[in-house]
């Protein structure tokens, strides 16, 4: 496959099998501890969240399924809402337990000293279970943000003890088909230690646990400088990657649009999916948005995340993999780099545009729902109520 329309056509036909997941959070208002900043037209309820992400499926076609996060989406009738979901051609994915919200989890939550608050703590996750089990979600998103502030403030290493005998209750409460997908985070909500700070400590407490526990990567969870896409490879080699988490920062968890702060590192995260070949379906990597649009409209803000996404893979599939393996094996230095500078230097908009009039989508999504009207439509309909999102 050296030749460049060969190579053309299979991207094509890799990227038409891509699905990006979408959070239901983001349709909600978000902001900093400093303010939340509210929008006309923002969601009321799950139902509403899951209208908006319809329309970022119908502008790019490949964003099927939208995560939910628990208790910010609990509805009366699950089962309601994935028929609501399935009305609107859209499935619901990964399902987030919420650790971070509790008072009685200010002193930690699954690690904390006190059985009754991890009893607490495991019982919210057998809630998250039973949604899945209504909303047919297969995949249950822990987050842990436990940790301390101070030296001394706890035994880092009963924590740990502590956290392996809560995750493993958990994680015999699963069904059979049920999949466990742990995120990792270096600091913030604690400073001083994180009880799952990093890839390394998410991926023994999986590795305890079972086959069907496996990583969340998050790309705004790692110390300025780590090199991440060598991060995806380590849980590829290992079989252990279950989802990202896409989103990109300048400094700390920014949770700003994927893609928007270092494209080139995003690019350099999908070379290392596409070498794995596990970019298709069947590799059982979750491609999931983790972001909120504090200042920018928000339907838009996912649509443009999404396209950031599409032209990352494009460019990452386009990469002569023959030539750079020849120039690897040569130590080619400068051969090697050139080559895959060629591919992240390629201008994939053409080529995308032509894919999704393929599909019968406007080549432009940004440009089809902004003239669509729907944003006008809904800040008309959406009056009363409460919007969704932080400071709710
Ligand atoms: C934590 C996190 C996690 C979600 C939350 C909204 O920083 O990345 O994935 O639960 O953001
Ligand atoms: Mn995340």
């Not at 329309?5 to 900093?32: D, I, M």
């Not at 956290?163 to 409460?173: G, H, N, R, V």
């Not at 599909?359 to 089809?368: H, S, T």
């Amino acid at each position: 496959m050296n030749d460049q329309s060969s190579r053309q056509s299979a991207t094509t036909a890799a990227l038409s099998e891509q699905t990006v997941e979408l959070p239901s959070w983001a349709f909600g208002n978000s902001g900093t501890r400093f303010r939340v900043f509210t929008t006309e037209g923002v969601p009321r309820d799950p139902y509403e969240k899951i209208a908006d992400a319809a329309q970022v499926h119908k502008y790019t076609g490949i964003t099927p399924r939208v995560s939910l996060h628990i208790p910010w989406d609990l509805v009366d009738d699950f089962s309601d809402l994935a028929r609501h979901a399935d009305d609107h051609g859209l499935t619901i994915g990964m399902i987030n337990a919420n650790l971070f919200q509790d008072a009685d989890f200010r002193l930690s939550s699954l690690t904390h000293s006190d059985e009754r608050i991890r009893r607490k703590a495991i019982d919210h996750h057998m809630q998250c279970l039973d949604v899945m089990r209504a909303t047919g979600s297969k995949e249950l998103k822990l987050w842990l943000p436990d940790g301390t502030n101070y030296a001394g403030q706890d035994s880092l290493r009963a924590r740990q003890d502590r956290l392996a005998e809560s995750l493993a209750e958990i994680y015999a409460a699963m069904d059979s088909d049920h999949t466990l997908v742990l995120e990792y985070k270096f600091f913030e909500p604690a400073f001083y230690s994180t009880d799952i700070p990093d890839w390394g400590t998410a991926l023994l407490h999986c590795l305890a646990l079972g086959e069907r526990a496996t990583v969340v990567l998050d790309t705004g969870h790692h110390a300025p400088g780590t090199n991440i896409e060598f991060i995806v490879m380590q849980l590829l080699r290992q079989g252990r990657l279950g989802a990202f988490d896409f989103n990109s920062r300048f400094y700390a968890d920014d949770d700003l649009m994927v893609g928007s702060a270092d494209p080139f590192q995003l690019f350099r995260i999908m070379h290392e999916i596409v070498q794995a070949d596990a970019l298709k379906p069947e590799a059982g990597v979750n491609f999931m948005l983790d972001q909120c649009h504090n200042i920018e409209e928000k339907i838009p803000g996912q649509i443009r995340s999404v396209m950031n996404v599409q032209e990352a893979t494009a460019k990452a599939l386009l990469v002569d993999s023959e030539a750079l393996t020849a120039a690897q094996q040569a130590q080619d230095v400068l051969g090697a780099h050139g080559v895959l500078m060629d591919a992240y230097n390629t201008d994939v908009r053409p080529m995308l545009a032509e894919l999704r009039a393929g599909q019968g989508l406007d080549p432009d999504p940004m440009a089809a729902f902004a003239a669509s009207g729907y944003a006008a439509e809904v800040a008309a309909a959406r009056v009363g109520g409460t919007q969704a999102g932080w400071g709710a």
